[in-house]
């Protein structure tokens, strides 16, 4: 067989979606890929369905409809309290996952480093990997999830080009404090490089809890590449709709990358989402106060089961200790992996095994989330239920 890549043979495919694919086969209720099970908004429906007569229906600009990039704009403005360009300071791409891939492509050379937190959304490694970048891990200590910085400041000494800072953090729910980014930020302006943010979760962080955004503190607008997507904010994963925000030279960068990796974003698709966009500021809190209900009812849930976890501040996900299952003799010697493919077939519920997240090693948690109706919830605490049953 003609040779493949030596790119292709250092990682392997995602994970958390490959859990989907396994979950889907054996029919099981998927907690492990995030992604709602309820639809969008009815108003942004109503929109395709007349896009779906009227257009667009050809390209757009490539680098996102004036209209999206406008009412983008404006939402940045907001959060990062400044005037944000549309023609210039913002990239409409083919969800989060492209823009952190052109984000990584537009700052490192091969060679170069980059700063990753660990735990980490698994795409960071695989964006460093295919841009021949090469990651430094920043462990995030559990419970708390905090890290020291002075390992970053040891990352930019070492010439790391960026860190990438997942903010609310997939997987493990941590909301980064006023301070920590304020901390993060000073040494990304002392030592000349990028703040990489991930924030497709902003909307989903609880109280107490309060998302800052990098690019809005002082003297970080220049230093920071905000990406983010409108999956999570909407409901529409499947539109694959993301954007990236920066200054000019960056996105000037990361237009010409978008260009020839993709083209564009859908066009109807764009249009369709300035529906979304153009939703009071209550569409947030309604969001929010949905999301904080179901964080409660799972979390409660697991309570009552007596099943340990680490209490997520952001985000849809949550990380359980699995210990006390690989403690009994049916699992000795099982990986992660090996157990979540278990309960799949056996209890009829997908999950992230921690590992895929974690540049130590890890072996005793796995990620849910709980983008789900309740009866769905319900059904999937039923069936770790069955897990505990193991302990009796
Ligand atoms: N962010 C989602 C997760 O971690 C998945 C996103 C994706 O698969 N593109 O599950």
Redesign the pocket.
């Known amino acids: 067989m003609p040779k493949l890549s030596d790119r292709v043979q250092t990682f392997t495919d995602?994970v958390?979606?490959r859990m989907?694919r396994i979950s889907d086969e054996y029919g099981a209720i998927n907690l492990?890929?995030?992604?709602p099970d309820f639809d969008p908004p009815k108003p942004i429906l109503d929109a395709l369905a007349k896009v779906a007569y009227e257009g667009p229906h050809q390209y757009s600009v490539t680098y996102g409809a004036e209209n999206l990039r406008e009412a983008l704009a404006r939402k940045a403005s907001k959060a990062m309290k400044r005037e944000i360009d549309p023609e210039t300071q913002v990239v409409v791409t083919c969800?989060?996952?492209e823009a952190m891939m052109g984000v990584v492509m537009s700052i490192c050379n091969p060679g170069d480093k980059i700063m990753v937190f660990s735990p980490f959304?698994?795409?960071y490694s695989a964006d460093a990997i295919l841009s021949g970048a090469e990651p430094i891990f920043i462990p995030l200590v559990p419970p708390t999830f905090e890290f020291d910085i002075n390992l970053i400041e040891e990352g930019f000494k070492q010439g790391a080009r960026a860190i990438i800072v997942c903010n609310p953090s997939?997987?493990c729910g941590k909301v980064f404090s006023e301070e920590e980014l304020l901390a993060i930020g000073k040494l990304a302006i002392k030592y000349d490089a990028f703040v990489v943010t991930d924030e497709?979760y902003e909307h989903m962080v609880y109280a107490p809890n309060k998302h800052t955004y990098m690019a809005s503190l002082p003297g970080m607008f220049e230093h920071t590449i905000t990406c983010n997507s409108l999956?999570?904010t909407f409901s529409i994963?499947g539109w694959r709709l993301g954007y990236v925000v920066g200054t000019e030279e960056v996105i000037e960068a990361c237009k010409k990358v978008h260009d020839f990796l993709t083209v564009g974003a859908a066009s109807p698709l764009q249009e369709a989402a300035v529906t979304g966009l153009n939703f009071p500021d209550s569409y947030y809190d309604e969001l929010l106060e949905l999301y904080t209900e179901k964080r409660k009812y799972f979390l409660d849930g697991l309570d009552k089961l007596g099943i340990k976890y680490y209490e997520p501040q952001g985000t849809y996900?949550v990380m359980l200790d699995i210990q006390e299952f690989l403690d009994l003799p049916q699992f000795k010697g099982y990986s992660d992996l090996e157990f979540c493919e278990w309960m799949i077939r056996n209890i009829g519920l997908a999950a992230?095994p921690g590992s895929s997240f974690f540049r130590e090693e890890v072996n005793n948690l796995i990620?849910l989330?709980f983008a789900r109706e309740k009866s769905t919830l319900d059904e999937a605490l039923a069936r770790l239920a069955k897990l505990k049953e193991l302990l009796k």
């Open positions: 995602s958390i979606r989907t492990s890929q995030g992604f969800g989060g996952t959304y698994e795409n997939n997987p497709v999956s999570k994963t996900f992230v990620r989330h």
